[in-house]
């Protein structure tokens, strides 16, 4: 009789439990990712797919991938829709989450008016927003679809690398992205957003002085915490913020 089986070690009662609820968890996220993918071939519409979740999308820590905590994406996306008019057209540069956030905002509240959303973002798993996604990578800020340029009075960005090289090509796509490049306290300016570490403040103001971003107060937070200060830039103040 062969008892090589009776010699495998065997893992304790409750690690098979941990296991069986972590693989289940991922079968859920699998599954709701597929629908998602389903809903974005049939030309879904962003204002009825649900209450979304970034859970569905597990963060690369090697691509430099941290998401926001809900209530950080919600407080940035409710300020990309202060005052938002019919032509408003906002665009989230790395920062899906407040992608995310402003789909679950306008899927709520029928009475704000409907801006058209674009996310530039490197990770193709997004691709799951159908016509909202364009393919970005700020190693080449310039490669994008020359319908873009001009297009959005609204913008928010979030560097991938803490470094001078990433926030300046991140800047060019912004300038390529912008309607105006004029202050938000001017008829038709720019309202503009970039949360990035506490040490790129000089590099940030520097590339946008001319917009009239400034340091403010509001200190964005990451669901599974961040190591490095992070901070918010913008050119205006508002409600959740004030300049320092």
């Known amino acids: 009789m062969d008892d090589d089986d009776d ?37 879904f519409d962003a204002t ?51 992608y995310i956030a402003l789909r679950n905002i306008l899927s709520e509240d029928d009475s704000i008016l409907k801006p058209r959303l674009c996310l530039l973002e490197y990770d193709k798993r997004f691709e799951v927003f159908g016509d909202d996604f364009v393919l970005y990578d700020f190693l080449n800020p310039l490669r994008l679809p020359a319908k873009l340029k001009g297009t ?32 938000v306290r001017e008829p038709d300016g720019l309202r503009l957003i970039s949360c990035t570490g506490e040490r790129m403040e000089a590099v940030i103001v520097k590339l946008y002085a001319k917009v009239g971003v400034k340091t403010t107060t509001f200190e964005p937070a990451h669901s599974k915490g961040l190591s490095n200060e992070f901070w918010c830039y913008a050119n205006f103040e508002c409600g959740d913020w004030e300049w320092r």
């Open 152 to 183: 959005f009075d609204r913008i928010i960005c979030d560097p991938p690398f803490l470094s001078e090289d990433c926030q300046t090509k991140t800047a060019l796509t912004v300038r390529f992205l912008a309607r105006s490049w004029s202050s």
């Open 48 to 98: 009825n797919g649900g209450t979304l979740s970034m859970d569905l999308f597990g963060e690369d820590w090697n691509a430099s991938q941290f998401w926001y905590t809900d209530e950080t994406a919600r407080t940035l996306a409710k300020q990309l829709l202060q005052d938002v008019t019919a032509s408003s057209c906002i665009a989230v540069v790395s920062a899906p989450s407040v």
């Open 7 to 43: 010699d495998m070690p065997s893992l304790p009662a409750d690690t098979l439990s941990l296991l069986d609820d972590f693989a289940a968890e991922k079968n859920a996220r699998a599954k709701r990712f597929e629908e998602l993918k389903l809903q974005a071939e049939s030309n």
